[in-house]
Every structure is written in structure tokens, then in C-alpha cells.
């Protein structure tokens, strides 16, 4: 396949935390729209991680087909540097321009914006934004262990601590406690320590039991209403850090597979961000993130 000066090859990729999207158009013509897991993806090794997408365009592109622009935005890119040094390892396999970001940059240009800030609430949770001298500012992202509140595995971290506090207190189980228990598998709420402490993906494992906390919710628990409530505050408190280091929060584009598809935890988010940073405009994104990595490709050319 040979593209012409008039028809150039751009492609965009989102490589999420558990999936990657790619799409390929030549003009308006789509070329390719490819779906994948995300393992294998090492964005601490640029070379390693320019080699994943390499593979990943080859794998998904016609035969022979050039890119004429690559566009990427990364989980896990969290750094200017680190996405530098992955987009000058990519441009070694594409004699192409290439440009490279963290997966949370890709909400803005896909909602069809050219400033505002980007909310992921998904396994993770992170918000980024840039300043009026176009400075990249990210604040969240930093893993379920230690941060990701709002999050799926930040939220079941955050159903545990609340569920070890009501046994401490003589409290008997609630349905936020016995869900926890029959998903982690366990006897009994002190047995939960172990269980979540002997996970090989933190994220991953913890994150796939968060319908466990809503469903809980539904069913009355006060515990577990309370745990929403704290993460929608979490991820509007995102905003509030982002506007008070300057970046312009009048519109926030919402992504991410358990805030938007959590009516509770969006509901949270969106009365507590009224609250905390009043002239900010909660959108949620209607379309697939990798839309953004392809309008970035497109700016390119």
C-alpha cells in the first residue's frame, strides 16, 4: 500500500491500562481499527516500549503500509522526559514524525477541545492539564498501593480499610464486608489483609472486584456508600490541585470504564466538584479515547 503526499497514513494509539486501541486513516478513509491487551507495554523502557508499538502498527496495518505520523498516548507515560525518550526510540522504526503523551492527554483532543483538563477514573485515576505556556501538569496516577483513589482498585482498597474499621469497632459484617469476603474468597474480614496483599497486579486483581462495593451500596451498606462518596470527592479534589497550580479547568473531560459507568461514583464526582472548583464543567466523553491520539497524528502532517 503506497500513500501519496495528498493522502498521508496517520495513526493513533491508546495504550490503556488493560487495552490498547489503535486507529489508521489515509485522509477520511479508515485503515485500520485494531483492539489488543496491554501486556507486554514497558513504558519505563523507552527502546522496550518503542518496540511494543512498532510491533503493534505492524501487526495491525495492511501489508507494507507506511506511517506517514504516529500518535501515542501511553498509561504510565507519566513524565516530559520518559515520553521523550520512548517518541526518539519510535521515530527509529518510522521515518515519520511521532509524538507521544500520557493515555490521560488524549481526552481533550478527543472531546474536540483545544484546553481543559483530562479526569481517567478507571482502574486508575489521574487528571492532567497544561498551562498557558503549553507546560504539561499531571497530579494523580500514582498507583493503587499508594494513591488512585476514585479508582476501581482504589476504591476496593479504600472498602477494605472502611470494613477493617467496623470490625475494630465490634461491628458486625455488612454487605460491604460479606461481598468482600465471598469475592476475595475468604473466611472472614481479617482474613481480607492477606488476601489482598497476595496479589501478583495490585490493579488489576483488586480493581475487578469494584462492583462488589456498589452493588453493596445499592443494598443499603452505609460503608460502602460512604467509600463513593470519598472517591467522587477524591477525583474532584484532581481539578481542584490542577486549577490551583493554574491550569484552566472550565471544561473536564470525564473518561474512564468505572466512573462513567458507576451512575454513584460519577454522581459523587460531579456534586462534589460543584463544591470544590464551581466554574469547572464536568463532559463526559462520548467517544473512544484513541480519537485523540489520531487528531494529534493528524496535526503532524
Request: proline share 6%; glycine share 12%; with cysteine.
Amino acid at each position: 500500500m503506497q500513500d501519496s503526499p495528498s493522502c498521508p497514513l496517520v495513526v493513533g494509539i491508546d495504550v490503556g491500562g488493560t487495552k490498547t486501541h489503535l486507529r489508521a486513516f489515509a485522509g477520511e478513509r479508515a485503515v485500520a481499527d485494531h483492539v489488543r491487551p496491554s501486556s507486554g507495554w514497558r513504558p519505563h523502557d523507552p527502546v522496550a516500549a518503542a518496540g511494543w508499538l512498532a510491533a503493534l502498527v505492524a501487526e495491525a496495518l495492511p501489508a507494507g503500509a507506511r506511517p506517514s505520523a504516529v500518535a501515542v498516548g501511553g498509561h504510565a507515560c507519566e513524565t516530559p522526559r520518559q515520553c521523550a525518550q520512548i517518541r526518539t526510540a519510535l521515530q527509529l522504526h518510522f521515518d515519520a514524525p511521532a509524538k507521544v503523551l500520557g493515555d490521560a492527554e488524549l481526552l481533550v483532543p478527543a472531546a474536540g477541545l483545544d484546553r481543559g483538563v483530562g479526569l481517567v477514573a478507571g482502574t486508575g485515576s489521574v487528571a492532567v492539564g497544561r498551562l498557558d505556556d503549553g507546560s504539561p501538569v499531571q497530579v494523580g496516577g500514582w498507583g493503587a498501593l499508594l494513591g488512585d483513589e476514585g479508582g476501581s482498585a482504589g476504591l476496593v482498597r479504600e472498602a477494605a480499610r472502611a470494613v477493617w474499621a467496623a470490625h475494630d469497632r465490634g461491628e458486625d459484617p455488612d454487605a460491604l464486608a460479606k461481598g468482600l469476603i465471598a469475592a476475595f474468597g475468604v473466611a472472614e474480614v481479617p482474613a481480607l489483609g492477606a488476601a489482598l496483599e497476595s496479589a501478583t497486579d495490585v490493579s488489576a486483581e483488586w480493581g475487578r472486584h469494584a462492583p462488589v462495593l456498589f452493588a453493596a451500596a445499592e443494598a443499603g451498606s452505609s460503608l460502602a456508600r460512604r467509600v463513593i462518596a470519598e472517591g467522587g470527592r477524591a477525583l474532584a479534589s484532581l481539578v481542584g490541585r490542577l486549577a490551583a497550580r493554574g491550569v484552566a479547568v472550565d471544561d473536564v473531560v470525564v473518561a474512564g470504564s468505572t466512573v462513567l459507568a458507576q451512575p454513584a461514583l460519577y454522581d459523587a464526582f460531579v456534586s462534589s466538584l460543584a463544591a470544590g472548583v464551581p466554574g469547572a464543567r464536568p463532559r463526559p466523553l462520548t467517544v473512544a479515547p484513541v480519537e485523540g491520539a489520531v487528531a494529534m497524528a493528524r496535526s503532524l502532517v
